[in-house]
């Protein structure tokens, strides 16, 4: 009894000194994370992302292009460098599964891919503080001596804290602990207990304060015409929506899928890399919202128009739809060139744009019959949805919508049809006819 006594308590402890002491560590480390990405969009664009300028669009043409072509050509280098001579990082869900993350090749992995991002590069940053998270949490395990070989328990365990620490990382450098709980336990450990969930939420939490006293807080996306009421119209629009970015997120996923797997090896790096930065600055000429993570592009989802498309000129309202639609057609060609050139990198931000950009697109044109149901609200249903179907995780997709644009909890109810609806949806097309043989950047 009293040896049973013993490892209830050690393990108790663990828990919460990784909630506490690990949680910190990876939210400092997102935080720092997030800073770095401005000073390189400082040094690169001569801004700074920010709720008045969500990309680069006062930022000269020839330095978009430079910067980006730039960005990519020194990263390739260096990937080249870290991948051919050294030992190879390996992915979060291979850290979580047992493989050994090596510690500077892992900061220089995530900071690489920081840079690539502040440089404009079509590429999500979150990977990169999940990586770390994970790095991180194997180490702690080593400390705590959690996950011996032979032992099932300690290893189930060792499993556990990658998987949430990888998440933590995503709530912190988003201040999304919602999401990071849920990344964890939906997608990494697809695996749903009640001491899980309390521990991926804590870490997370932990995660996401520490994190914002290093950077900040503030809304990630300003979504126009944001209300806390939802109507029969707008319910009957998160349905179609649901549809739309079930079908579209699913062809996503199937990109994603087949560039991650068509990646180049060894010196293609070298000259694959700088032609995805010459071809993605050669887009952001005419259309700098391509660039980054895609923030910029949904932003321009979210602010929706002035007003309805019964006092917006008809010019206006087709001009915006034509803008968003070639928007959403870019992000996406430009993002899939960058992965399929041997970037690393996540799509969770580029899939929020695309379905900020086609919820937008659809809400446009509904308001015609609907003017009361808000564009940006659209835009707000059609990143849900469009996250959902392509990663396959609607409780993560619509936590992380949800808890970045500060949206009121009422609106769960619009979000969560559509949410539900394109999870089902993809779920059928990628199991059917688009059923991928690779793996999908997460």
């Known amino acids: 009894m009293t040896v049973w006594k013993d490892v209830r308590v050690n393990r108790m402890l663990w828990l919460v000194v990784a909630t506490l002491a690990l949680g910190s560590l990876i939210g400092a480390g997102a935080g720092l994370l997030t800073l770095l990405l401005y000073g390189v969009e400082h040094v690169m664009l001569g801004y700074v992302e920010g709720a008045g300028a969500p990309g680069p669009f006062a930022v000269p043409a020839v330095r978009r292009a430079v910067s980006v072509t730039?960005?990519?050509?020194?990263?390739?280098?260096?990937?080249?460098?870290?991948?051919t001579k050294t030992t190879k990082v390996p992915s979060v869900k291979k850290a979580v599964a047992g493989e050994r993350m090596p510690w500077w090749q892992t900061v220089v992995h995530v900071v690489l891919q920081i840079f690539i991002v502040g440089s404009g590069a079509s590429i999500g940053r979150e990977v990169a503080p999940r990586e770390l998270g994970a790095m991180l949490a194997q180490r702690f395990c080593d400390l705590f001596h959690i996950g011996r070989e032979g032992d099932a328990a300690g290893l189930a365990d060792r499993r556990m804290v990658v998987a949430v620490a990888a998440g933590a990382g995503l709530g912190g450098v988003y201040d999304a602990p919602l999401a990071g709980m849920f990344f964890a336990v939906e997608i990494l450990l697809a695996d749903v207990t009640l001491e899980k969930v309390g521990f991926a939420l804590g870490m997370s939490a932990t995660a996401a304060y520490v994190a914002s006293l290093v950077k900040g807080r503030h809304t990630f996306y300003a979504v126009a015409g944001m209300t806390a009421d939802y109507t029969p119209s707008l319910m009957l629009f998160a349905l179609l929506c649901g549809v739309a970015c079930g079908a579209a997120g699913a062809l996503f996923r199937k990109g994603s899928s087949w560039a991650t797997v068509h990646q180049p090896k060894g010196a293609m790096l070298l000259w694959q890399m700088p032609l995805a930065g010459l071809v993605t600055g050669l887009v952001a000429v005419f259309a700098p919202q391509v660039m980054g993570n895609g923030r910029a592009a949904a932003q321009l989802a979210f602010d929706g128009m002035a007003g309805s498309a019964g006092t917006v000129g008809s010019a206006q309202v087709w001009s915006l739809v034509g803008l968003l639609a070639v928007t959403f057609l870019v992000k996406a060609a430009t993002t899939l060139a960058t992965i399929r050139s041997g970037a690393s990198g996540?799509?969770?931000?580029?899939?929020?744009?695309?379905?900020?950009?086609?919820?937008?697109?659809?809400?446009?044109?509904?308001?015609?019959?609907?003017p009361g149901d808000p564009v940006g609200v659209c835009a707000l249903i059609g990143a849900a949805?469009?996250?959902?179907?392509?990663?396959?995780?609607?409780l993560m997709?619509?936590?992380?919508v949800m808890e970045l644009t500060e949206a009121p909890i009422t609106l769960f109810?619009?979000?969560?049809?559509a949410v539900a609806v394109s999870a089902v949806l993809s779920?059928?097309?990628?199991?059917?006819?688009?059923?991928?043989?690779?793996?999908?950047?997460?």
């Open 70 to 83: 730039v960005g990519l050509s020194l990263a390739g280098l260096a990937w080249w460098l870290l991948r």
């Open 413 to 417: 109810v619009p979000v969560g049809l």
């Open 427 to 442: 779920h059928r097309l990628l199991n059917g006819f688009l059923r991928p043989r690779g793996k999908t950047s997460i």
């Open 346 to 370: 996540g799509v969770l931000q580029p899939g929020i744009a695309l379905g900020a950009t086609l919820g937008a697109t659809l809400g446009i044109l509904w308001s015609f019959a609907f």
């Open 385 to 394: 949805a469009l996250l959902s179907a392509s990663q396959q995780a609607p």
């Open 397 to 400: 997709a619509m936590c992380l």
